[in-house]
Nanobody
Framework: VQLQASGGGLVQAGGSLRLSCTAS????????VGWFRQAPGKERELVAG????????YYADSVKGRFTISRNKGGRTVYLQMNSLKPEDTALYLC?????????????????????WGQGTQVTVSS
């Protein structure tokens, strides 16, 4: 699966962005998808994840109530709606996916568990 992340940009604090992660070659069928971010000097962190069934989601505490992850029914795109953005949300946002077995119902939460990665899209939030 090849992943393409898009939708980043420069936004003022309090603003919104919607990131898209699009799969090419294959769909996200049976794949968990996660959005990670990495800021300079900081470790890569999972911001939000959604299971292949769509029934399990994960949000980092820092984004709960502000970010929403969703996947379209066509199976090729996963979105990250980001509202009430803060300067500390500034980072390179990367999407990743991993194929799951049918009994894996809880979304993968470890970066090491993801084996397909996109190139990332930069999000910059000004104060």
């Amino acid at each position: 699966v090849q992943l393409q992340a898009s939708g980043g940009g420069l936004v003022q604090a309090g603003g919104s962005l919607r990131l898209s992660c699009t799969a090419s070659g294959r769909t996200f069928s049976k794949h968990d998808v996660g959005w990670f971010r990495q800021a300079p000097g900081k470790e890569r962190e999972l911001v939000a994840g959604i299971s292949w069934t769509g029934s399990s989601t994960y949000y980092a505490d820092s984004v709960k109530g502000r970010f929403t992850i969703s996947r379209n029914k066509g199976g090729r795109t996963v979105y990250l709606q980001m509202n009430s953005l803060k300067p500390e949300d500034t980072a390179l946002y990367l999407c990743a996916s991993t194929h799951r077995d049918p009994f894996d119902t809880i979304v993968e939460m470890s970066a090491r568990g993801y084996n397909f990665w996109g190139q990332g899209t930069q999000v910059t939030v000004s104060s």
